[in-house]
T-cell receptor, first 116, second 113 residues
Framework: KAGVTQTPRYLIKTRGQQVTLSCSPISGHRSVSWYQQTPGQGLQFLFEYFSETQRNKGNFPGRFSGRQFSNSRSEMNVSTLELGDSALYLC???????????????FGEGSRLTVL | DQQVKQNSPSLSVQEGRISILNCDYTNSMFDYFLWYKKYPAEGPTFLISISSIKDKNEDGRFTVFLNKSAKHLSLHIVPSQPGDSAVYFCAASKAGGSYIPTFGRGTSLIVHP
């Protein structure tokens, strides 16, 4: 069973540009969550999509957005990039997103974004 | 405001000894707790979890203890192995509300041979 796949793995952008990251969840998983990891800040929740609808959202500015397609694949977009957006962006999938029921999220390897 | 705190950024342990990683939480509504392990250049992987109705859960070398009154949980690894060297994240969620897990900042464990 293929795991969660994120593309691209690494990318470099300059301030003011925008970026789109892609995530393919495990087959059969309908929930996709996005997290930002920066040194010393742990995993900060961005948003979660289930059946093409944003079901939960973290405390990030509107420059961060996402969407989910009918095949459960998800993309996140960051517009007007700032230096502080440099981070590892992680995607996680689960059957329903109900952690207490499934017991776990399955993470991809992440997309490392560097903003210069 | 950090709702899940891992106050030790790093921990160094000798191979064969016990590793104890600690986690504190402030939100009494949390009722499900998880530990994830992360190697460099890989995504976090689920390690072990515990429901608030229990105070201990064991899986092989890994045991998680929950003290609800102190809002504290700990992960014990016995015996520690060099392959356990990784960053460990504590996470908590609310089953009845927004189930999205809130993560701590992680503790980097180094197990020396």
């Amino acid at each position: 069973k293929a795991g969660v796949t994120q593309t691209p793995r690494y990318l470099i952008k300059t301030r003011g540009q925008q970026v789109t990251l892609s995530c393919s969840p495990i087959s059969g998983h309908r929930s996709v969550s996005w997290y930002q990891q920066t040194p010393g800040q742990g995993l900060q929740f961005l948003f979660e999509y289930f059946s093409e609808t944003q079901r939960n959202k973290g405390n990030f500015p509107g420059r961060f957005s996402g969407r989910q397609f009918s095949n459960s694949r998800s993309e996140m977009n960051v517009s007007t990039l700032e230096l502080g957006d440099s981070a590892l962006y992680l995607c996680a999938s689960s059957h329903s997103g109900r952690t207490a029921n499934t017991g776990e999220l399955f993470f991809g390897e992440g997309s490392r974004l560097t903003v210069l | 405001d950090q709702q899940v705190k891992q106050n030790s950024p790093s921990l160094s342990v000798q191979e064969g000894r016990i590793s104890i990683l600690n986690c504190d939480y402030t939100n009494s509504m949390f009722d499900y707790f998880l530990w994830y392990k992360k190697y460099p250049a890989e995504g976090p992987t689920f390690l072990i979890s515990i429901s608030s109705i229990k105070d201990k859960n064991e899986d092989g070398r890994f045991t998680v203890f929950l003290n609800k009154s102190a809002k504290h949980l700990s992960l014990h690894i016995v015996p520690s192995q060099p392959g356990d060297s990784a960053v460990y994240f504590c996470a908590a969620s609310k089953a009845g509300g927004s189930y999205i897990p809130t993560f701590g900042r992680g503790t980097s464990l180094i197990v020396h041979p």
